[in-house]
């Protein structure tokens, strides 16, 4: 049994942009994900809403990405993770360059590379996953100025990362687009759109 860690944020959690209420397992990717990988992988859902790459946020504490991911390793070893994070790191109080937000998730890419325990054979492999773009369209919600923009160049950063690191690597924006009018977050649509897609790279890609 292959274990497959899917280490993200609200999007991985299952956050609905139209209803005050998180997604089923038979409406978020990474359940999703599960119902279609072949037998022989188990998914291991780890998402937060909130959650950032290394930053300590100073209005919504304990959402930094880097302080949990090593505990979260040495609880559940497993042989894969996939990290879809970036999409929190946009807000404007961080005022981060698209290239800043790739070192942010290739720091987390480095933890999980490095991360070594007797009981494995090796360190897990690494899908890093750029997030999809984010649109500037509810006039209510703060903190995101400039996010559509920034959000457009993660791409081709997180690829620069991966090559980088040796890690494998997928724009999730080339298949899901978040809800047009809330700007950030998935319609269930977008959530079977990602997990069709990871169900046939994922053997492929860990297989190599």
């Keep these: 049994m292959k274990t497959i860690l899917c280490f993200g944020d609200s999007n ?4 609905s942009p139209s ?3 998180r997604y089923t397992e038979q ?7 599960q119902a279609r990988l ?3 992988y188990r998914i291991i859902e780890e998402g937060q809403n909130g959650r950032n790459t290394v930053l300590d946020d100073p209005f919504d504490p304990g959402k930094k990405g880097l302080d949990y991911l090593l505990p979260c390793l040495e609880t559940h070893h497993p042989d894969y993770v996939i990290i879809l994070l970036g999409t929190n790191d946009l807000k404007s109080r961080f005022n981060l360059t698209a290239s800043d937000i790739s070192k942010g998730a290739a720091r987390l890419v480095q933890v999980t590379q490095s991360f070594k ?3 494995m054979e090796k360190a ?29 160049q993660l791409g081709h950063f997180y690829r620069l990362r991966a090559n980088e690191l040796g890690c494998h690597f997928f724009d999730a ?4 687009t978040p809800c047009e009018k809330e700007g950030l977050h998935w319609h269930v649509d977008q959530h079977i759109k990602l997990a069709d897609k990871l169900a046939q790279l994922i053997p492929e890609i860990f297989a190599q």
């Design 124 to 152: 897990p492999e690494v899908l890093l996953i750029a997030p999809p773009h984010v649109y500037e369209a509810d006039p209510n919600k703060e903190g995101f100025t400039g996010a559509e923009e920034k959000s457009k």
């Design 117 to 119: 325990h007797a009981y």
């Design 12 to 15: 991985t959690w299952g956050y």
């Design 173 to 176: 924006s080339s298949t899901v």
């Design 27 to 33: 409406e978020r990717w990474p359940t999703l994900l």
């Design 19 to 21: 209803e005050p209420r």
């Design 38 to 40: 072949p037998s022989g």
